[in-house]
């Protein structure tokens, strides 16, 4: 499933969930993420096909979060919002909140998509490493970041620049069969590029692969078929 790209337009069948301030804006439509009017804040544009099962969400008035627990497709998507000025340990904040919630759900069959847009241009996604340069902050920032996906088994798979050379705009999951292609292509209604997330599988998908039944294998008319073998086709089939 290709998600569909952030226009501005919302459909009457998919829900919304947010946690933004009144000048601030970002959107992601499961899953594509985009940065919009170069202001902050989170939303999540799920499928009503998908009814949340629990949503919670993270302010301190820096970094902002959403937690949001889908029981139908076990699956927890988060999205993130960190502030390119914030401070280390309000960063740190917002993660300990989104390992409270993965801790809070104890099922390790669910799959975790964190989205966001993280500021963190130092961090070297092929290598998973930091690179020097930049504030304090965003150097600390940058391994805690780190630190959290080691702590929880997860990866990150935007590995193409999402805002000039800088890979800013995030998709991270502990599921390695999840993600079949990324796409980040430039648009006039940010700084940032959009992501298009190609995923293995389609989470609103109503078709279901049908399983073979027995019992047809049981109708089968045996003597029908015992009748036109010879004896000897018999004997191997007894």
Known sequence: MQTARVDGKFQKSHLIFRRDESSK??????????????????LL???????VSECQTYDDGTCEGLFCKFDT???????????PN????????????????????????YDMMITGDYNLPAIDWQTCT????????SQLSSRTLLEFMSEHLLSQYVL????????????ITNNDRLVTNVQSD????????VVDIMLAWNPVSIDQAKVPSFDETLSVRWIFIAQTLTPSETCLVK
């Open 160 to 171: 193409c620049p999402t805002r000039g050379s800088n890979v800013l705009d995030l998709f």
């Open 130 to 137: 930091v690179l020097p340069g930049g504030s304090a902050d």
């Open 73 to 83: 497709i076990t699956t927890c998507v988060v999205v993130a919002y960190r502030p």
């Open 45 to 51: 544009y799920s499928h009503a096909n998908l009814p």
């Open 86 to 109: 914030a401070t280390a340990a309000s960063f740190s904040a917002l993660l300990d909140f989104f390992s409270s919630c993965i801790s809070q759900v104890n099922d390790d069959s």
């Open 25 to 42: 804006y970002l959107a992601t439509r499961f899953l594509a993420v985009i940065e919009m009017l170069g202001y902050g804040g989170v």
């Open 186 to 193: 430039p648009t006039s209604m940010s700084d940032h590029n």
